[in-house]
Nanobody, 126 residues
Framework: QVQVAESGGGLVQPEGSLRLSCVLS?????????MAWFRQAPGKEREGVAG???????RYADSVKGRFTISKDKAKNTLYLQMNSLKPEDRAMYYC???????????????????WGQGTQVTVSS
């Protein structure tokens, strides 16, 4: 059974950086797949932040382009989100999601993903 576990959240000052990690246990990185980070701020709907597929193609929300970088390490079964130049509006619970046969524009659609983590909180405040 696939298990998804995020880590790396915390409190950071504006313009600071954080790196989120997501370990996917029992998820086969040899298949065709998509992985993504979503976030949900208080009182708002969950939104896609960044996604990457097994071919390495990625997509970013306009609000994070140039600041966030998604990457994966097959050897460690881990997905990452490097977040730089953080803003107060980046404050949210960040979720990792993964599933097989997700690619292209579908990377940003939460309905495409079967496997989800419990989330890690990111707070940006001075």
């Amino acid at each position: 059974q696939v298990q998804v576990a995020e880590s790396g959240g915390g409190l950071v000052q504006p313009e600071g950086s954080l790196r989120l990690s997501c370990v996917l246990s029992e998820f086969t990185f040899d298949e065709y797949y998509g992985m993504a980070w979503f976030r949900q701020a208080p009182g708002k709907e969950r939104e896609g932040v960044a996604g990457i597929d097994s071919d390495g193609q990625n997509r970013y929300a306009d609000s994070v382009k140039g600041r966030f970088t998604i990457s994966k390490d097959k050897a460690k079964n881990t997905l990452y989100l490097q977040m730089n130049s953080l803003k107060p509006e980046d404050r949210a619970m960040y979720y990792c999601a993964a599933d097989y046969y997700v690619c292209g524009s579908s990377l940003s659609h939460e309905v495409e993903y079967k496997y989800w983590g419990q989330g890690t909180q990111v707070t940006v405040s001075s």
